[in-house]
């Protein structure tokens, strides 16, 4: 299995082709053939037939794929375009920007944790607590208007 200098997620330059000077985010990483895809760059048209009498056939636009040589990654630190280099920091290899030495790979860390999803536990507790409250509620209103009834009547 071959490694690239790029991965999914990082922001790149391309260098050469119809797409010249765009940037944009990885999508997409095909290390073996050495090629990546960019999102809104490379764009293809795609001739889809129709495979059913429900489905319609047509022209689709996606992102075709650039040769890794093609693109430069843009350090998020300085915004610069720049070469990998490679530190040892403790006992893992991390990615590192040539010009200004940040890290490349602490900030595809953070975007990779999803905020996390309501489990249905925790929606049927949301619900027990609703419904607890509303019942809270509705017995206040009944003292009161007991409260005010013997009022009344007194």
């Not at 595809?108 to 990779?112: G, L, P, V």
């Given at each position: 299995m071959n490694s690239l200098f790029v991965k999914k997620g990082d922001n790149v330059k391309i260098l050469a082709g119809k797409s010249r000077g765009k940037?944009?985010?990885i999508?997409?990483?095909?290390?073996?053939?050495?090629?990546v895809t960019v999102e809104g760059c490379n764009i293809i048209v795609k001739h889809i037939k129709p495979r059913s009498a429900q489905s319609q056939g047509g022209k689709q636009k996606m992102p075709g794929t650039i040769d890794a040589s093609n693109v430069q990654i843009v350090c998020p630190a300085c915004n610069k375009t720049t070469r990998?280099?490679?530190?040892?920091n403790g006992d893992k290899k991390i990615r590192v920007?040539?010009?200004c030495g940040a890290s490349l790979d602490v900030k595809?860390?953070?975007?990779?944790k999803p905020a996390k999803k309501p489990s249905k536990k925790d929606e049927v507790k949301k619900d027990d607590d609703a419904a607890a409250t509303e019942?809270?509620?509705v017995k206040k209103t009944v003292k009161k208007s007991v409260?005010?009834?013997e009022k009344d009547v007194l």
């Open positions: 940037t944009g985010k999508i997409g990483v095909d290390p073996d053939a050495n090629r990998v280099a490679h530190a040892v920007c040539k010009k595809q860390k953070a975007e990779k019942e809270k509620t409260k005010k009834l």
